[in-house]
């Protein structure tokens, strides 16, 4: 049985694929998590008896915490999740992004080179392509474009794991998704903070406009994309993964409220008079739109879940698992919240 090493297995995407590959039923998954304020295991209760499975708590930035974790394992594969992935916490602070995102991924390249492993793939994201309004949507060789820190180190990841790919031949490969939403998210993120927002009757914050576009892709599409590259994809190639349709942040919160507005006491018209434009994110990228017809055409992939039916599914898993969104937002939640919402954008 080959066994895969998943990093940031705990965050939000990690855990999903990781129950992916659960299901599929012929990996053994070594799931390596700092446990930042971003991972919680509870988010794999359902496996963690799991013979298969495997939980280690540690720092992808530890070279010698990875080296014994290689030397033990003996991974066939490497997903790598783990990252700092919230731009407005990149925008407070930099330093942590620069360290997991780029360092830790270096340590683990290392790592893969030594123990030579069949496949590295890296989690990327849409967002090194940097703003694309007014562009052609990004091919895999668009050029890289990254706006915020965040985005930075990201790119950054990628470049080294391309690095590596040409100097030591190594069978990495590269997959830039969009913006995931479904289960499991930390609040931090517009949909989720949107819902739990509604939900106790607080404000609902829209940066600048709210004109800017996404390209929203259920985390079980996501997934599918992660494993079918991790199967099937070429060494040393990138896919874009994404639905290729977009919406403006306002349309997904006009969108929630009109879920929730039936179940609750205000209305739509109540939920949609807490709505709050406030100042907007620095440097905030107006639209991220991608060409993901490579992953289409080379592996088979393509989304199954609209965005009416996700949103809508999204919506009641939150409104069901309320215990949950509690107990993520029980520790430093709030002083991050104050320091963002504040736009002052200082550091505390
Ligand atoms: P997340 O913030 O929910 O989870 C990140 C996980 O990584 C957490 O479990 C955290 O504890 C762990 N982690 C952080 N630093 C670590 C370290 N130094 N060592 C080991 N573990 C560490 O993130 P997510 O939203 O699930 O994103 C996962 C990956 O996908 C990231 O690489 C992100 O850049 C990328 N991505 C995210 C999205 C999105 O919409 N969320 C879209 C495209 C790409
Ligand atoms: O595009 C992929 C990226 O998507 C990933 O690489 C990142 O890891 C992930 O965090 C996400 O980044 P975004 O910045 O796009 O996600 P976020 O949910 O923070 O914001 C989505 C949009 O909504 C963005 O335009 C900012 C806006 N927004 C966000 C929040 C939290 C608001 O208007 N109000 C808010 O309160």
Known sequence: MKTVLVTGGCGFMGSHFIRLLGRQGSWRVVNLDKLTYAGDPERLQDIQNDARYQFVRGD??????????????????????????????????????????????????????????????????????????????????????????????????????????RTYDMPVLIVRSSNNYGPFQFPEKLIPLIIRNSLKNQELPVYGDGGQRRDWLHVDDSARGFLDVLRGGRPGEIYNVGTGSLRTNIEIVREICALLAPRGGLGLDGLLSRVRYVDDRPGHDRCYEMDSQKIRKELGWTPEVTLGAGLELTVQWYIDHQHWLEHVVSGEYQAYYDAVYARTWQKK
Do not use: M
Not at 69 to 87: D, G, K, Q
Not at 134 to 155: C, F, I
């Open 60 to 165: 992808i930035g530890d070279r010698q915490l990875v080296h014994e974790l290689f030397e033990h394992e003996r991974p066939w594969a490497v997903v790598n999740f783990a990252a700092e992935s919230h731009v407005d916490r990149s925008i407070l602070d930099p330093g942590p992004f620069l360290q997991t995102n780029v360092v830790g991924t270096e340590v683990l390249l290392e790592a893969a080179h030594a123990y030579r492993v069949d496949r590295f793939v890296q989690i990327s994201t849409d967002e090194v392509y940097g703003d694309t309004e007014g562009r052609e949507p990004s091919l895999e060789d668009s050029p890289l474009r990254a706006s915020s820190p965040y985005a930075a180190s990201k790119a950054a990841a990628d470049l080294i794991c391309l690095a590596y790919r």
